[in-house]
């Protein structure tokens, strides 16, 4: 069978356009989006039944952001010095409160790409913000709330832009991408007991495809879905690294995707609002957040502290 390619009816949702639209997170118990402008120093939550999305100032980047079971729920948020709890209220300030601060390598670096494993551990790559550098500074960090002391763990070194955090659906397996234009791979690893990873192994040479792999989802058949930056075009590929989809969006530069709404069979996916080609005006709904009616289910994001035993 070939590679289907279509382009499935979309929504733009309520909220201004991102500088740098990144992280859909869909809340199975809030039923409602979350999703960041990492450049706009932004959190947006909306809420299908609801007319705009509520917005948020931060006072810092904040690169990623998953549930959190802890305390009174809300959110865990990657953030420029650290991990950071949050919990907003409509029409207050963020009140950020610090889980675990990040020692990076070297000035002018953030976090990024992140998400919680099926065990409830929280995960999140840096990089140097200058990306013109291709400083090899990124780590991905891992923080479990099952460890004494909130301490990020480095797993993986050596990354330029971390990028394509996901796990299969029984979390044995995790997947990770560089997306800088010198790399442009994906891995594949194994989980072991302790969330650790394994064997780690290439998986898919973008280097193949059109676009840069950016944030990623796994759909409940266990396929990769990732953005493929610059190219307009979110892949699927399934466990064993083969592309069997290919989904067109109206931007040049998605920059992540998600599943959601009530049945979890909707593709939400940010996107950056500069143009994938020098001096060349964006598309018109760069930027934006769109919900595609994709009718392929995909899987609930775990909370940070409320995962199931270790795999």
Not at 53 to 71: E, F, M, Y
Not at 99 to 104: M, T, Y
Request: proline share 8%.
């Amino acid at each position: 069978m070939g590679v289907i390619t279509f382009a499935p009816d979309y929504a733009v949702l309520p909220a201004p356009a991102c500088a740098v639209g990144e992280s859909p997170l869909w809340s199975v118990a809030e039923q409602c989006l979350w999703w960041v402008d990492i450049e706009g120093q932004l959190l947006y939550r909306w809420r299908p039944d609801g007319g705009q999305a509520d917005c948020w100032a931060s006072p810092q980047r904040i690169g990623c952001v998953a549930l959190h079971a802890g305390g009174q729920g809300g959110l865990i948020a990657a953030m420029e010095t650290g991990i950071f709890a949050l919990a907003p209220v409509p029409g207050q300030p963020l009140a950020p409160r610090l889980l675990a601060p990040i020692d990076h390598a070297q000035p002018g670096m953030r976090c990024n790409d992140g998400r919680c494993d099926r065990a409830g551990r929280f995960w999140v790559s840096t990089m140097v913000r200058d990306m013109g550098l291709a400083a090899p500074q990124g780590v991905l960090y891992r923080l479990d709330a099952r460890a004494q002391g909130p301490v990020l763990q480095a797993q993986v070194g050596g990354l330029i832009t971390g990028n394509g955090l996901a796990f299969s659906p029984d979390g044995k397996l995790a997947y990770l991408s560089d997306s800088h234009p010198q790399v442009q791979q994906i891995w594949q690893f194994d989980v072991d007991a302790d969330g650790g990873l394994q064997n780690r192994r290439g998986f898919v040479d973008m280097r193949q495809h059109p676009g840069r792999p950016d944030g990623a989802a796994v759909d409940q058949d266990g396929c990769y879905w990732t953005c493929a930056n610059d190219a307009g075009l979110v892949l699927r590929f399934t466990p064993q690294g083969a592309l069997d989809m290919q989904v067109r969006v109206p931007m040049d530069k998605p920059s992540m995707c998600a599943f959601g709404g009530a049945r979890l069979d909707q593709l939400f996916v940010t996107s950056i609002r500069a143009s994938a080609q020098p001096g060349a005006a964006p598309h018109a709904l760069a930027g934006h957040t769109l919900c595609l009616d994709l009718g392929i289910a995909g899987l609930p994001e775990q909370a940070f502290g409320a995962g199931l035993s270790p795999v």
